[in-house]
């Protein structure tokens, strides 16, 4: 045992490292396979406690960068999105005592299930799919426009296992040729469509973005000098937009630490930009609601201010950070509400709404909402031709972690075929076509105003016409699996799949 958690330990740190934003995304082809071989010959008992030593490895060197948002909160998530890889290692070895060949098939299926599950309830953190560790590698995920992320990491896991396969087989050669070309052709396969997908260059669009990378850092951000430290800096660097012709200027997520709306003083200054330079801009804010004497409820919002109207189109955030923004369920068990783990007290948006400019429009998605693939579709069918990230990754520090949030961006433009803008306070802001492409990117913890135009789209890709059909049968498969191996007396199913 002690052998094999050096072992799995190994396969938890590689797989971190192929993660953005090392370039390193070859390693994730192999280095699950290592935990795969620690699995061998192990108890239930034993294999869901080597999963759960891999999750909880893999998600701190992954994930270390929520430490700087919130240190209890950091515990209580790695506690339990680490249970996820140690159910899978119950379930992969609980069929492989029954059937070997059944547990290579649950394998892949299991994990690629897992991954759009977690994006279904309060205890979602859809962070570390396999898929986005080729975001640098833009020929292979183009078929994203098909199968979305969960496509490219299915691909990947089923690589895994059937290499694993191929060098722990001790059937004949030419079943074993068999294994390692399919695991050799499949990405080939991805790549070779992506090739061929990907035009030589995207054209130049006429719609003008100025994303404001205020660089407000938290030391001085939620002070009481902060507030208008911020309003000044935007508002400052909203006129150098202004001076090179941008339609929409793009403000990030709560760069007014303040109720901006419920201040009508400093909402006349933005307003009075707005019209007099006739741009458009689009900012985050904190946002409240009486629903009470004395009780409110609290948002993580976004708000358009367009030219020469007094209507400001409010959203507010819907999918909300788990052990950060909200405890989850604490809307439903009153006593989870007592909790203090550091966390903001939001409420989820009951909305999703779509902005227009003129005849163009568009729909944001605040920070983590940008990790839900299937919620940044439901925004393109509602009409969206392109996409706004804003976000303040300020909060993981100089981690990791602002880059690996980053690169989700790029799969979500080509998972829907629509261009998108994403602006950071600290960074990393940037612009990303509609096939993956980025410009403009920004370093981490700069100021800087990033200037670029943009060709808005109407999602045509099938993954936005048809949602999550690859993950729904995968978990399909897998109930199938595990139902037919309970079922059946390990004897007889034995003699009929070995």
């Given at each position: 045992m002690k052998n094999k958690i050096y072992l799995?330990?190994?396969?938890?740190?590689?797989?971190?490292?192929?993660?953005?934003p090392y370039k390193t995304g070859f390693i994730i082809y192999f280095?699950?396979?290592?935990?795969?071989?620690a699995l061998e010959n192990l108890s239930l008992r034993k294999a869901f406690i080597i999963g759960y030593i891999w999750g909880l490895i893999f998600n701190f060197a992954a994930l270390y960068g929520v430490f700087w948002a919130?240190?209890?909160?950091?515990?209580g998530m790695l506690a339990i999105i680490s249970l996820i890889p140690a159910i899978n290692c119950l379930l992969y070895a609980f069929i492989s005592g029954r059937s070997k060949s059944l547990s290579y098939i649950i394998w892949p299926l299991i994990w690629v299930s897992w991954d759009y599950l977690r994006t279904l309830t309060e205890l979602n953190f859809p962070w570390t799919d396999y898929g986005y560790t080729q975001s640098y590698y833009l020929p292979i995920?183009?078929?994203?426009?098909?199968?979305?992320?969960?496509?490219v990491s299915l691909m990947i896991h089923i690589v895994n296992i059937l290499l694993y396969a191929f060098v722990k087989s001790n059937r004949l050669p030419k079943q074993c040729l068999v294994m390692l070309g399919t695991a050799l052709v499949l990405p080939l396969i991805f790549l070779v469509y992506g090739w061929l997908r990907l035009p030589s260059e995207s054209g130049e669009g006429?719609?003008?973005?100025?994303?404001?990378q205020g660089n407000i850092t938290?030391?001085?951000?939620?002070?009481?000098?902060?507030?208008?430290?911020?309003?000044?800096?935007?508002?400052e660097m909203t006129h150098q937009a202004d001076s090179i012709g941008a339609d929409l200027v793009i403000w990030p997520e709560t760069a007014t630490p303040f109720y901006l709306l419920h201040e009508p003083k400093r909402l006349k200054k933005v307003k009075d930009i707005v019209d007099s330079a006739n741009i458009s801009i689009f900012s985050g804010t904190p946002q409240y609601e009486m629903v009470g004497f004395h009780e409110y409820i609290y948002f993580n919002g976004a708000f358009l201010i367009s030219p020469q109207t007094d209507t400001i189109l409010v959203y507010e955030k819907i999918k909300l950070v788990p052990m950060s923004e909200h405890i989850p369920f604490s809307g439903r068990f009153k006593k989870l509400r007592e909790i203090r783990l550091g966390q903001a007290d939001?409420?989820?948006g009951r909305k999703m709404t779509i902005f227009t400019i003129d005849t163009t429009r568009f729909a944001a998605v605040i920070c983590f909402e940008s990790a839900f693939p299937g919620f940044c579709a439901e925004f393109c069918r509602m009409g969206a031709q392109f996409l706004i990230v804003i976000t303040n990754d300020m909060w993981f520090g100089p981690s990791s972690m602002p880059y690996q949030h980053a690169r989700m961006s790029v799969l979500r433009a080509i998972e829907n075929r629509v261009?998108?803008?994403?602006c950071a306070n600290t960074g990393i802001s940037m612009f990303i076509d509609r096939w993956g492409r980025v410009t403009g990117q920004t370093n981490t913890f700069e100021k800087k105003l990033v200037y670029g135009s943009i060709r808005p789209e109407t999602s045509t890709s099938i993954y936005n016409s048809y949602g999550d059909f690859l993950p729904k049968g995968c978990i399909a498969g897998t109930v199938l699996i595990i139902l037919a191996v309970a079922f059946f007396k390990r004897k007889k199913y034995n003699e009929w799949h070995d």
């Open positions: 799995v330990s190994l396969s938890a740190l590689l797989t971190a490292i192929a993660f953005p280095s699950p396979i290592l935990l795969l071989i919130t240190i209890p909160g950091t515990f995920i183009q078929p994203a426009e098909i199968f979305g992320v969960i496509g006429a719609f003008r973005i100025a994303l404001l938290r030391d001085l951000k939620w002070k009481d000098e902060g507030a208008q430290f911020s309003l000044d800096t935007y508002i939001f409420s989820s261009p998108l803008a994403r």
